[in-house]
């Protein structure tokens, strides 16, 4: 199984900045996806990002808000923009691993987010 | 589009004894993945198992095994001789085989182990 890492592992932000959250695989992946799971809920994806391309968003989310790098096969960052208390969740990076490239099973610890 | 329902927000069991969580799912596709993950406090998504559909051989992974019902689409985990780490929120997920799209959770079992 790969080693994801993910930074930071939880931070308090003041309403209004940004923060931008990092994922470092040890082995290369050709997708890349961010999930929220917010207080008490289940998880929810963000975005998928594909490596040389732009990141696939999923309804209820867009680039402004949350931009996503992805500039080599083992890392991508997720940016969360103009915070605001509704924002307040773990991120959760994950990647498909092995023969099925396309299908997450390993998750990084998350990043819990709290803004004030 | 697919959807997969955790009907248990909570359940219990007794140290060593067994438990079940269900999970069912809705979709209109043969060929996909179904998977159990476990979050326990620590908040990091652990692969607890996992069972492709094509396979009609329920999977198993030492302790935890599943009840995997195509026709009905039900999925549910047993988890035997349960073990106070086994306390955790557990998670049922699908992805449909060789789709970019990504899984769809469940809503969560929280497991509560009793000493």
């Known amino acids: 199984s790969a080693v994801i890492s993910q930074k930071p592992s939880r931070d308090i932000c003041q309403r209004g900045t940004s923060l931008t959250i990092q994922c470092q695989v040890d082995s290369q992946v050709t997708m890349m996806f961010w999930y929220r799971q917010q207080p008490g809920q289940s998880l929810t994806l963000i975005a998928t990002?594909?490596?040389?391309?732009?990141?696939?968003?999923e309804s209820g989310f867009v680039i402004d808000k949350f931009p996503i790098s992805r500039p080599n096969l083992t890392f991508s960052t997720l940016t969360v923009s103009n915070m605001s208390p509704e924002d307040s969740s773990i991120y959760l990076c994950?990647?498909?691993?092995?023969?099925?490239?396309?299908?997450?099973?390993?998750f990084g610890d998350g990043t819990r987010l709290s803004i004030l | 589009a697919q959807t997969v329902t955790q009907s248990q927000p909570e359940m219990s069991v007794q140290e060593a004894e067994t438990v079940t969580l269900s999970c069912t799912y809705d979709t209109s596709e043969s060929d996909y993945y179904l998977f159990w993950y476990k979050q326990p406090p620590s908040r990091q998504m652990i692969l607890v198992i996992r069972q492709e559909a094509y396979k009609q051989q329920n999977a198993t992974e030492n302790r935890f095994s599943v009840n995997f019902q195509k026709a009905a689409k039900s999925f549910s985990l047993k988890i035997s001789d349960s073990q106070l780490g086994d306390a955790a929120m557990y998670f049922c997920a699908y992805h449909e085989r060789g789709s970019a799209r990504q899984l769809t959770f469940g809503s969560g079992t929280q497991l509560t182990v009793l000493p």
């Open positions: 994950s990647v498909g691993i092995g023969g099925h490239r396309n299908q997450p099973q390993h």
């Open positions: 990002a594909n490596q040389g391309s732009e990141a696939t968003y």
